[in-house]
C-alpha cells in the first residue's frame, strides 16, 4: 500500500505509525493487548473518526443514512457506510427493460411518507413500482373471505410494491446529491472493540487518548476507523451483533419461501393473499402486467417447486390461487351476513365486494428463489456504542408484509433520537440516548412480530372447528368496520395497536 | 406563555413599593438563632449566627463550594469530595442528574439561541461564544455546551471534580478544549473575565450567601450577556419530592446532600439577581413523570426550576 510505502522512506521516529498500520491489518485479536501501549502515542494521526459507521449498506442502512443526510440537526455527522456489495458504489443505473427482480418488498404508506421526508420517494418514482389500493384475503375452505380496500380509511393506497434494489439505489442517490459527508468502505467488518474508560485508574493510557472511548472496527481489506456510534444494519446474520454481545430469541419456522416474478393477463391494482394448508401465497401487483409471487411451504415441497419445469409449476400456482385445494367462498350480495345484519349501517365500501378471482398466471419471468423463514428478536437492541436496526434486530414471517417496514421504522426512529441527542450536545454513543430509541421500537416491533406470529400458527392447523373459527373471523373483520379500520391502519404503519387505540 | 405571566407578576413583586418582601426581619425572624440554616439573602453586612465562627475579613463571602471558615460549607464541600469518582456513573448517585440533563439543555439552547439570535437548528449554534459553567462538578454541562460549539471554561472548588472532568473531557475530540479550572467565581472575578453567558445550574443552594454570588455572576457576564440559573424551589412540594421522596424513599440522592432552609423561592431569586444587575426573563420548571421515567419542560415551578435573564446594558 501506498501509505506504508511512504512512512519507510521517512525517518524511523515514524516505525510507531507503521507498528500501527500493520497492527489494524492484523486481524488476530491477541496482538491487540501487545501494541496497545505503542499505539497510544499516534492515536488517531491517520486512523478515520466517523461519527456513525453504518454496518451493512442495505435497504434500511442506507435509510438510516438518507435520514441522517435529510435532517439540518445532523448534516454535518460524518458517515461511514460498510458493506462489501459492489453494487453499491457500481454507478450504472437500473433500466426499465430489466427483468423485475424477484426480490421486491411491498412499502407501506407510513414507509412512503418517511421516503418522502428524505426527499428519496422521487428516485424511486423513476423506476418501476406499483401502488394497490385492495387486498383480498381468503384461505382454502371456502368458508369466508375479507376484501380491503384503501377507501374504508379514506386514502388513495393501501401500499406500493418495489424493487429491493430499487429502494436501496434510490436512497443511494438521494444521498450522493444531498452534500453530506459519507463515505463507502467496499468491505466487510472484522472486529470490533470498545475502549472502556476507566475514570476511577487515572493511570489508564488508553482513556488519556482523545479516541480513547470510541469503537474501533477493523474491516477485512485491512482498513482501521473510529466511530462514535456503531450501527448493526447487517440483516439477520448480524456480525455486529455477534460482536457486541446481544443474545436473541426465536425460532425458525417449519417453512421456507419461494419467490418469483410472473406475468399475467391482465393488471390489476389488487393484492392478493390466500392461506392454504401449508402456508399462504401471496400475488403482489408490480405493475407492466408482472406480479410477485410469495409461496410459504414445508422445505420438501419448497425444493420440490424450484426444480420442476416452468408449465408444471404455473399450473400450481394457478392452482394455488383459483380452485385447487378447495372451492371458492361464496361472495356475499345482498342478503348474507344475517347475524351482523345490524352492523350493516356503518359498513365499508369494501364490505359489498364480491369474490374476485386472481388473474391468471401466463409465464414465468424470473429465477425461483427459496428462503428459510424464522422468527427472531434481539434481546436487547443497543449496547455500548452499538445499535441494531431492521433484520439484525427482528426477523419476521412474510405473511403480511411488514418485515422492511418494521426496519424502516427502526431507521426513522433512530434517526430521530440521534438528532435529539445532537440538538443537546449529548454524546450519540451514549446509552440513555440509545435506550430512548430502544423502548420506542421494542413496543412496537413485539407487538407486530406477537401478531404475525399468532397468524402464522393459526393457519397452519388444519382442524374442523378452527377452520370455522377462523372462517368466522373472516367474517367478522369483513362487516365489523371498525376492526376493518384499524387493521388498515395498523398494517399501514400509522397506528400503534390494531385495538384499544 | 404564562410562564412570562409569571415573570410579570414576579416582577411586580419586586418594585420597591412592596415593603413587606423587602424587609429581611420579616423572613427570617429566627436569623440570629442557629436552628435554622438561615442565609441573609440582602447584602448589609448581617452579624454573625450564635456559635458559629467568624467569618474571614477577606472578600471570599459567596463561594461555589468553597473553602471558607463556615463549617457548614466545608460540609458541602466533603459531601461532594466524597462522591467524585462516580460523576460519571450513570446509574451512581448523581442519576438524577444525568437523566434531567437534556431537558435543562433543551432549555438552555431555546433560550440562548434567542438571546443570541442563533439558528435553532444549528448543529453548533454556539460557535465563537464564551461560557462559563460556575460550580461545573464533573463536567455533566459543560461537555454538552462545547459540543454545541460553545467556548468553555468549567470551575468547581473541589479539585477531586476538576480532575475527572478534564480525563472524561479528554475523552471525545469534541469536548477536549475545554478550560477546566479549580477556582472560584470571586477569583475570575478579580482575574477581570467577562463571558456571554454565565451559568450556575444546581449550585446557588449549596452557597453560603447566594447575594454575593448573583453578584461575582454579573461580573462576570459582559454587558447585555445572558445568565442561567437553576436551583429548586422552597416550598412545601419541594419539601415533600426534593427530600423525602428523592433522599429517604428513593435513594435517589444521598441523604443530606438538599437543605431546605437553602431553597430559594422563585421571587427571592428574581429580587436578588434584580439587584445585581441581571433581569429574568424567562422561568421554566421540571417535572418528572414517573411512570414514563422522563422529565419535561413545564410552567410549574414548584419542585425545580431553571430561570434565564440578561445582564443590564451598561
Known amino acids: 500500500m501506498n501509505r506504508a510505502i511512504v512512512r519507510r522512506i ?117 423506476h418501476r413500482h406499483a401502488f394497490f389500493d385492495r387486498m383480498q384475503v381468503w384461505d382454502y375452505t371456502g368458508l369466508a373471505y375479507t376484501r380491503y380496500s384503501a377507501r374504508d380509511v379514506g386514502k388513495a393506497v393501501l401500499g406500493c410494491v418495489v424493487e429491493n434494489k430499487v429502494l436501496q439505489r434510490s436512497l443511494l442517490s438521494c444521498m450522493e446529491d444531498s452534500d453530506v459527508k459519507k463515505k463507502i468502505y467496499p468491505s466487510r467488518l472484522n472486529s470490533m472493540t470498545l475502549h472502556k474508560s476507566s475514570l476511577i485508574s487515572g493511570t489508564d493510557s488508553i482513556s488519556s487518548k482523545p479516541s480513547g472511548s470510541l469503537a474501533k472496527l477493523n474491516l477485512s481489506n485491512g482498513d482501521c476507523l473510529y466511530a462514535k456510534l456503531v450501527v448493526g444494519a447487517d440483516g439477520s446474520k448480524s456480525h455486529v ?60 415441497q419448497a425444493a420440490d417447486r424450484r426444480s420442476m419445469n416452468e408449465t408444471d409449476f404455473l399450473k400450481a400456482v394457478n392452482d394455488a390461487l383459483d380452485d385447487g385445494h378447495g372451492p371458492h367462498p361464496q361472495s356475499e350480495r345482498m342478503g348474507g351476513g344475517g347475524i351482523l345484519a345490524w352492523l350493516r349501517s356503518d359498513e ?18 424470473s429465477d425461483r428463489m427459496v428462503f428459510p423463514l424464522s422468527l ?53 454513543g451514549e446509552m440513555t440516548l440509545l435506550k430512548r430509541y430502544e423502548s420506542e421500537r421494542k413496543a412496537a416491533n413485539i407487538a407486530m412480530m406477537a401478531i404475525l406470529d399468532g397468524f402464522q400458527k393459526a393457519y397452519s392447523i388444519d382442524f374442523g372447528p378452527l377452520n370455522v373459527l377462523r372462517a368466522a373471523a373472516f367474517h367478522g373483520v369483513n362487516y365489523i368496520s371498525p376492526l376493518k379500520k384499524n387493521i388498515i391502519s395498523y398494517a399501514s404503519g400509522e397506528q400503534r395497536l390494531p385495538i384499544f387505540t | 406563555m404564562a410562564s412570562k405571566l409569571l415573570l410579570s407578576q414576579l416582577r411586580n413583586i419586586t418594585r420597591p413599593t412592596h415593603h413587606r418582601l423587602i424587609n429581611p426581619n420579616f423572613i427570617f425572624p429566627l436569623k ?225 446532600t438538599h437543605e431546605w432552609s437553602s431553597f430559594l423561592t422563585p421571587e427571592e431569586l428574581v429580587l436578588i439577581l434584580q439587584r445585581a444587575s441581571i433581569s429574568v426573563q424567562e422561568m421554566a420548571g421540571f417535572v418528572y413523570n414517573p411512570l414514563t421515567g422522563k422529565w419535561s419542560l413545564s410552567d410549574d415551578i414548584s419542585v425545580n426550576f431553571i430561570a434565564y435573564g440578561t445582564k443590564n446594558i451598561e
Open chain 1, 348 to 365: 365499508t365500501s369494501s364490505a359489498s365486494e364480491p369474490f374476485e378471482v386472481p388473474p391468471r398466471i401466463t409465464k414465468l419471468a
Open chain 1, 376 to 428: 427472531m428478536h434481539a434481546n436487547n437492541y443497543v449496547s455500548k456504542r452499538v445499535v441494531l436496526i431492521g433484520d439484525a434486530a427482528h426477523t419476521v414471517h412474510p405473511l403480511a408484509g411488514q418485515g422492511v417496514n418494521l426496519g424502516f421504522g427502526d431507521a426513522n426512529s433512530l434517526s430521530k433520537v440521534i438528532a435529539e441527542g445532537v440538538a443537546v450536545g449529548s454524546d450519540i
Open chain 2, 32 to 256: 440570629n438563632q442557629t436552628l435554622i440554616h438561615s442565609r441573609p439573602y440582602s447584602d448589609a453586612p448581617q452579624p454573625p449566627p450564635v456559635g458559629s465562627k467568624p467569618p474571614p475579613t477577606n472578600a471570599d463571602s459567596a463561594p461555589t463550594h468553597k473553602k471558607i471558615s463556615s463549617s457548614l460549607n466545608q460540609a458541602e464541600l466533603a459531601k461532594f469530595s466524597a462522591i467524585a469518582e462516580t460523576w460519571w456513573d450513570a446509574e451512581g448517585p448523581f442519576k438524577p442528574l444525568h437523566v434531567m440533563n437534556p431537558t435543562r439543555l433543551a432549555f438552555i439552547r431555546s433560550t440562548l439561541c434567542r438571546h443570541f439570535g442563533k439558528d435553532p437548528y444549528s448543529a453548533k449554534p454556539f460557535e465563537g461564544l464564551k461560557f462559563v459553567d460556575v460550580g461545573c462538578g464533573g463536567g455533566i454541562l459543560s461537555e454538552p455546551l462545547a459540543r454545541m460549539g460553545a467556548t468553555v471554561t468549567g470551575i468547581d472548588a473541589v479539585e477531586k471534580n476538576i480532575n475527572i472532568a478534564r480525563l472524561h473531557a479528554d475523552l471525545d475530540p469534541g469536548t477536549s478544549s475545554i478550560e477546566y479550572l479549580c477556582t472560584t467565581a470571586e477569583t475570575l472575578v478579580e482575574e477581570q473575565r467577562k463571558f456571554d453567558a454565565v451559568l450556575a445550574l444546581e449550585v446557588i443552594e449549596h452557597v453560603a450567601e447566594p447575594a454575593e454570588f448573583c453578584k461575582s455572576l454579573s461580573a462576570l457576564t459582559v454587558s447585555g450577556g445572558a445568565n442561567v440559573i437553576s436551583t429548586i424551589n422552597r416550598s412545601m412540594r419541594a419539601y415533600a419530592t426534593a427530600i423525602v421522596v428523592a433522599e429517604y424513599l428513593l435513594h435517589w440522592l444521598p441523604k443530606g
Open chain 1, 241 to 300: 451483533r455477534n460482536l457486541a454481545g446481544i443474545s436473541t430469541t426465536g425460532w425458525k419456522y417449519p417453512q421456507n419461501a419461494i419467490i418469483c416474478t410472473v406475468e399475467h393477463t391482465e393488471d390489476s391494482r389488487c393484492a392478493w393473499q390466500r392461506f392454504l394448508r401449508t402456508g399462504p401465497i401471496a400475488l403482489l401487483p408490480m405493475g407492466d402486467n408482472y406480479s410477485n409471487i410469495v409461496w410459504t411451504m414445508d422445505p420438501q
Open chain 1, 10 to 126: 521517512t525517518p524511523s521516529i515514524r516505525t510507531w505509525r507503521s507498528t500501527l498500520k500493520t497492527f489494524c491489518s492484523d486481524t488476530s485479536e491477541k496482538l491487540h493487548g501487545s501494541h496497545g501501549d505503542k499505539a497510544v502515542t499516534d492515536s488517531t494521526d491517520n486512523v478515520p473518526q466517523y461519527d456513525v459507521a453504518i454496518v451493512g449498506g442495505g435497504m434500511v442502512g442506507m435509510a438510516l443514512a438518507c435520514s441522517l443526510a435529510s435532517m439540518p440537526l445532523t448534516k454535518h455527522l460524518n458517515v461511514a457506510i460498510i458493506d462489501s456489495n459492489p453494487a453499491l458504489l457500481a454507478r450504472d443505473s437500473i433500466k426499465k427493460e430489466d427483468a423485475p427482480d424477484p426480490r421486491v418488498s411491498t412499502v407501506t404508506p407510513a414507509t412512503i411518507s418517511f421516503f418522502k421526508g428524505m426527499g428519496a420517494w422521487q428516485y424511486v418514482q423513476l
